[in-house]
Structures are given as structure tokens and as C-alpha cells.
Nanobody, 127 residues
Framework: SQLVESGGGLAQPGGSLTLSCKAS????????TGWFRQAPGKEREWISC????????YYADAVKGRFTMSSDNTMTTLYLKMDSLQPEDTAVYYC?????????????????????WGDGTSVTVSS
């Protein structure tokens, strides 16, 4: 069982990208899911999550109003639609899923190790 991210690449400032996170061997039912990113030389940061019940989404202030996280009806793919991209959005983006994690307004909290963590997809925002 694993998570695989895709959809990264080069975007211009003000542009858009949509990332995908495909689960294999399991579904997101009963899992809190989240997206994180790590910019060069910086620590990994949480950017969005969906509660295990699937009904509530939270976003970090840095992306609120620009990024939208969603899941498909089969509960096997997560999406992160990124609009109004800025150079500071340049990072490797990771998805995560965990049955014990909590998706809260303040962030995605979990106890190591996570059930599932992807290898990341790189996003570069540059003109």
C-alpha cells in the first residue's frame, strides 16, 4: 500500500497547477488526509487537510483562498488545486493519510510514523 503524488512541474506566477495523490492498496475511508510542502532550505510545512469523516477542510493561512483540496468519490485520489501561484509556493509537495491523525483548523496532527506518506512531487513557480 502506498501513496503516489503527480502533477508537479513548472508554473508561471499567477498560474495554476493541480496535484494528484493516488492511493494504492487502500482507500481514504476513516483516514484524515493532508498535503504538506517543503521548500528548499526550509522545514516541511502543513498546507491543507480533510477530516477523516470527509466533510471538513482546513488550510494554512499561506494558501487559504488560493488552494483547494478535494477527494474523488472512490476515496482513492486526493487533489490539490493551486491557483494564483507565487514564487514562494515553490516546493516539493507531499500527501499523507493516517487513521489516527486529526485534521484541525490549526493543522494536521499525528503521531509518528504516519500510516501513509508519498514521495512528493516538485512544483516550481518562476517566470
Amino acid at each position: 500500500s502506498q501513496l503516489v503524488e503527480s502533477g508537479g512541474g513548472l508554473a508561471q506566477p499567477g498560474g495554476s497547477l493541480t496535484l494528484s495523490c493516488k492511493a494504492s492498496g487502500f482507500t481514504f475511508q476513516y483516514h484524515a488526509t493532508g498535503w504538506f510542502r517543503q521548500a528548499p532550505g526550509k522545514e516541511r510545512e502543513w498546507i491543507s487537510c480533510i477530516t477523516s469523516a470527509g466533510g471538513v477542510r482546513y488550510y494554512a493561512d499561506a494558501v487559504k483562498g488560493r488552494f483547494t483540496m478535494s477527494s474523488d468519490n472512490t476515496m482513492t485520489t486526493l487533489y490539490l488545486k493551486m491557483d494564483s501561484l507565487q514564487p514562494e509556493d515553490t516546493a516539493v509537495y507531499y500527501c499523507a493519510a493516517d487513521r489516527r491523525a486529526m485534521c484541525l483548523e490549526k493543522g494536521y496532527t499525528y503521531s509518528r510514523p504516519l500510516d501513509y506518506w508519498g514521495d512528493g512531487t516538485s512544483v516550481t513557480v518562476s517566470s
